[in-house]
């Protein structure tokens, strides 16, 4: 498994693991100081290496090219994994390695709140990495304890069983139609961490990013780890072969396809790389191929020995937003589409979500409606339970779009509703008889905390790169990603709002290299050539902002995140601004999700002066949505200037790659999408120069 190296370490090298079968024959000589764990497995005859294999799965290779999916992989059944790693939830010192989590003499299953890692909130799960000698008694093998591992690097992968089915990954058991929903759960990983090995075992922590409500039973996770061999810590790349646990693929051999930059660095703390995961290079067996499919799936009752398994429960209801129920036969699987199990909407049972963030409906009075489900969420925008007093939320609909349902005041512009418990309500939108745009504001608090952008008519393509916003004819936009122009069965432009006709995806992530930071990284990469703003500037024709200078200085934990902003732009024809009594609102999204809003509704100071017309805001206690001050000024004729500061823990988690900024004053609506950077120190910065 090269691309476990590269992952752990970053480290570079010559690798050829391109063996035949006839090249396979049995390990006779040690490969480092303990040779138990590759005892009997087969080696690669060009290299002298073991080949990396899976427990209960026959050896996997992916043939000359070392790249798997390119039609020259081989199954050699002849062999089988045995055990060489197990990965256990908490804290393991005993020699002998234990049952896993819900299996006959094992511990009972570990229920964990979402949280940890970079949101800086809850606790993260514990796990112990164990290099197992291979003995038959006890049943999971004794751990190897002398140094002969020691410094060699770990890594630990979390999984999440989304469907509910007892399984990780793509399975026949149950039917073929939801395999693109099981294949997602593979391919959609909740959490990683790195460590490093000593005396045989590993241990560390790490955060979990979906949950499910502790209400419908929260989502059982899967722990699947992988570690590495080699007489030399430091020539890793050439001088070893990985172990591991099962997992639900095989990842890539090539190590270019995993770290990026130019290919995998050398072990040096002052060079940066990006670790991809790009499932479109993983191993996942067709599921027509006799008996593999059910090799891969992994288990989360504990009958899966190497694995470990915890169910993890949402946080406590902070927010709300609005999602659509996928179709399990249509969904495509992608690693950044992130969907999440929530209760059906009669509490019976369980059913997976998708926020929507933009949405198309017919133009044809009451003949066709769009149901939507509005749900409570925490702060990592998992559904959850709200406590017994629930949410107070206010719906409110702009321009081209109604709330038929629910409507208790008979105004279809606006509701007023109390969610109570995680089951949430139904909205029902419908067109108000007329092609345009609109948008849906879902308010908590008087804070907007969700918009779902609406677009009455035919569906579009706002950016005119030939491929609709909505290609699949869902009414979601962004449900179904393309990974080329129509993906064979129609699909989503998969970078909205940027000109990128060829769709280029190629690592399977939902998100186009136009709009996921690969273009920034690497501009002469396939497709990257053909990254631009349509001329209007955006989606749906709204005019665009000039010049943008928005940065971002995320701080670990509960310490202060801190945001500045810089804008200019040209007021349209016929608009005025008055920030002293109308609101003005900003809204910082990406990847489709908002990320950040303010409101400041009417609370602008006044400052014009007979040539120039000033409006201001301060406050050091930050108390309207983290903004601190906030200034707008005339340049010159229509030219404006606008400036915010806004600071608070957890403010925003903004990564690089393609952001959308929507800035609005009272109902006039000025749009740019624009890309970041790492600037260092957990700083990004997004640019935007016209």
């Known amino acids: 498994m090269k691309s476990l190296r590269a992952v752990i370490l970053g480290l570079t090298g010559p690798v050829v693991l391109g ?8 390990l006779a000589m040690p490969v480092f100081a303990r040779a138990d764990v590759f005892a009997g497995d087969p080696i690669d005859a060009g290299t002298g290496l073991p080949h990396p294999m899976m427990p209960g799965l026959p050896l996997v290779l992916d043939g000359d090219d070392d790249r798997w999916n390119t039609g020259d992989d081989t199954v050699d059944p002849g062999f089988t994994g045995d055990i060489d790693l197990a990965v256990r939830v908490g804290t393991v010192t005993a020699v002998s390695i234990p049952a896993p989590s819900g299996a006959a003499g094992g511990p009972s299953i570990t229920v964990l709140q979402a949280g940890g890692g970079s949101s800086g909130s809850f606790a993260e799960a514990g796990f112990t990495v164990l290099v197992s000698d291979g003995a038959a008694n006890p049943p999971y093998g004794n751990v190897i304890d002398d140094s002969g591992l020691d410094n060699r690097g770990l890594v630990v992968f979390a999984f999440g ?29 909740l959490g990683r961490q790195v ?8 241990h560390g922590t790490l955060g979990i990013q979906i949950a499910a409500p502790a209400s419908i039973g929260g989502l059982a996770v899967s722990l699947s780890a992988g570690a590495y061999t080699g007489n030399d810590s430091q020539i890793l790349f050439i001088d070893g072969t990985p172990i591991f646990t099962k997992w639900p693929f095989f990842p890539p051999l090539d190590p270019n396809r995993v770290v990026g930059n130019g290919g995998a660095p050398p072990p040096d703390p002052e060079l940066t790389s990006k670790i991809k995961f790009e499932p479109e290079n993983n191993f996942a067996p067709d599921p027509a191929t006799p008996g593999l499919l059910e090799a891969f799936a992994v288990a989360t009752d504990g009958s899966e020995p190497t694995t470990d398994q915890l169910i993890v429960v949402s946080g406590p209801a902070a927010s709300v937003r609005l999602f659509s129920e996928i179709d399990a036969a249509s969904f495509r699987a992608s690693a950044r589409v ?31 409606t769009h149901p939507l489900r509005l749900l409570p969420v925490d702060i990592l925008g998992n559904v959850a339970d709200t406590d017994v007093q629930g949410l107070s939320v206010e719906l409110r609909a702009h321009g081209a779009v109604r709330i038929v349902s629910p409507n208790a005041d008979g105004d279809q512009t606006t509701e007023t509703l109390a969610l109570i418990g995680a089951v949430g309500t139904s909205v029902v939108l419908n067109d108000t008889g007329l092609s345009g745009e609109g948008r849906v504001d879902v308010l908590l608090n008087g804070k907007v905390v969700w918009q779902t952008l609406v677009v009455a008519g035919s569906a579009l393509d706002e950016d005119g790169d030939g491929v609709f916003d909505d290609g699949n004819g ?23 709002g940027m000109i990128n006709p060829s769709q280029v ?17 690497d501009p002469l990469a396939e497709g990257c050539g053909e990254c631009q703003l349509p001329a209007g500037g955006g989606p749906g024709s709204v005019p665009p902002l000039d010049r943008v200078n928005l940065r971002v200085r995320m701080s670990a934990g509960q310490t202060v995140d801190r945001m500045t902003l810089k804008v200019d732009f040209d007021l349209p024809p016929g608009v005025e601004i008055h920030a002293d009594t109308e609101s003005v609102t900003l809204g910082v999204f990406q990847n489709d999700t908002l990320l950040y809003s303010g409101l400041l509704d009417g609370v602008m100071q006044n400052v014009s002066t007979p040539t120039k017309t000033r409006f201001k805001y301060k406050d050091k206690s930050a108390s309207l949505d983290s903004i601190s001050r906030a200034s707008l000024r005339q340049r010159k004729g229509v030219s404006y200037r606008f400036r915010l500061r806004a600071r608070a823990p957890g403010l925003i988690d903004v990564g690089v790659g393609a952001v959308r900024l929507d800035l609005q004053f009272g109902g006039d609506l000025l749009r740019s999408i624009f890309d970041c950077v790492e600037k260092g120190n957990n700083a990004v910065r997004c640019v935007l120069s016209n």
């Open 505 to 521: 995806d190629d690592g399977g992530v939902g998100f186009g290299a136009c709009c996921n930071g690969d273009c920034i990284e």
């Open 19 to 26: 063996a035949t079968l006839a090249a396979v024959v049995v």
């Open 161 to 189: 069983d989304l469907d509910g089915d007892g399984i990780i990954g793509p399975t026949n058991t149950d039917g073929s139609t939801d395999n693109s929903v099981e294949l997602q759960e593979a391919n959609a990983y």
């Open 195 to 202: 460590g490093v090995l000593a005396g045989g075992r590993g």
């Open 338 to 368: 992130r969907i999440r199990p929530a209760p059906s909407s009669d509490g019976a049972s369980r059913v997976l979500v998708i926020p929507v963030s933009y949405v198309v409906i017919p133009v044809d009075g009451t003949s066709t």
């Open 474 to 496: 869902s009414g979601i936009v962004g449900d179904r990603p393309c990974t080329t122009p129509d993906g064979g069965a129609g699909c989503d432009d998969n970078c909205l």
